[in-house]
């Protein structure tokens, strides 16, 4: 079974940026991925999506600051946050979904602080 690992979080200013990365182990190549963020006491959030040939849809409020990219060569797909708020500090994860994924499990996430 695939597995999503997440890394590239950490403390950052508002303002900042921080670019995340997901490595997918294994050969399969998911046809949809996304990134999704959980604060505490708070279910996850969906933050954006990608397909394998490179459609995005984003949250709404996150559109113009965050980017989802992929390498199907690589089996990686990445979330570049641009001016980063208080408000974007959460856990965040990867994962694929949609009827072709089959039954996948999430990964540990990575943790992003934006404070002074």
């Known amino acids: 079974q695939a597995q999503f690992v997440e890394s590239g979080g950490g403390q950052v200013q508002p303002g900042g940026s921080l670019t995340l990365s997901c490595r997918v182990t294994?050969?399969?190549?998911?046809?949809?991925m996304g990134w999704y963020r959980q604060t505490q006491g708070n279910q996850r959030a969906f933050v954006a999506a990608i397909s394998r040939d490179g459609g995005t849809t984003y949250e709404n409020s996150l559109k113009g600051r965050f980017t989802i990219s992929r390498d199907n060569a690589k089996n990686m797909v990445y979330l570049q946050m641009n001016n980063l708020k208080p408000e974007d500090t959460a856990v965040y994860y990867c994962?694929?979904?949609?009827?072709?994924?089959?039954?996948?499990?999430w990964g540990q996430g990575t943790q992003v602080t934006v404070s002074d």
């Open positions: 994962k694929a979904f949609g009827s072709t994924a089959g039954a996948v499990s």
């Open positions: 294994g050969s399969r190549i998911f046809d949809h």
